[in-house]
C-alpha cells in the first residue's frame, strides 16, 4: 500500500541483509524521464500501467531486496515473474494507518481509476496483495528498524 514504507524499509533491509537494492519506482522514472505523477497526468493510468508491467518483466537480478511500486499488483504477469526472483512480502497498513502515513496523495504517483477514491483504491488492491504474499508483515505500528527487521526474518525464512 502507499505509504507502507517499501522503499524506506526496503533499503534498510538490504544492508542488513548484505544485499542490494533495487526501486522499480525510480526505474520507471528514469526510462520515462519524469516522475511517476507526471506519467499517469500527462499519459494516463493504461499507459503507466504497461511502462510499470514492462519495467517489472525486464528485470533480472538476484540477491536483491526489490521495492515495487503498489500498481504492480494489478498485473498477474509482473507478479508471476517477481515470484521467479524470489519472495514477496507484503507490508501491510490499516486504511487509517496508511492516511495518516500520505500527506499529500497528488504528488505520490498512486495510481487511481477515475472516480476512484483513496478507500477504493485500498479496498481494490487488499486482496490482490493478501492473494500474491509469500509473507504478509503488519506495520501499522511498527518503526523502520521493526518492519524492516521483519523483512530479514521473512526473507531468511
Not at 526501486?23 to 511502462?51: C, H, K, M, P, V
Request: net charge negative.
Amino acid at each position: 500500500m502507499p505509504g507502507s514504507g517499501k522503499s524506506t524499509c526496503g533499503v534498510v533491509a538490504a544492508k542488513m541483509l548484505l544485499k542490494n537494492f533495487f526501486d522499480t519506482d525510480l526505474l520507471i522514472q528514469n526510462i520515462e524521464g519524469i516522475s511517476l505523477q507526471n506519467i499517469i497526468d500527462t499519459r494516463g493510468n493504461d499507459y503507466f500501467e504497461g511502462a510499470e508491467e514492462s519495467a517489472i518483466l525486464d528485470l533480472d537480478i538476484q540477491g536483491t531486496v526489490i521495492a515495487t511500486g503498489g500498481s504492480v499488483i494489478y498485473s498477474d504477469k509482473a507478479m508471476e515473474h517477481l515470484k521467479t526472483l524470489g519472495k514477496i512480502i507484503y507490508l501491510h497498513l490499516d486504511y487509517e494507518h496508511m492516511c495518516g502515513r500520505i500527506s499529500d496523495l497528488s504528488t505520490r504517483g498512486v495510481l487511481m481509476k477515475k472516480g476512484e477514491n483513496l478507500r477504493d483504491m485500498y479496498n481494490e488492491r487488499l486482496p490482490l496483495y493478501k492473494k500474491w504474499a509469500d509473507t504478509t508483515i503488519d506495520c501499522n505500528d511498527n518503526t523502520i528498524e521493526q518492519t524492516a527487521q521483519a523483512i530479514v526474518s521473512a526473507a531468511e525464512n
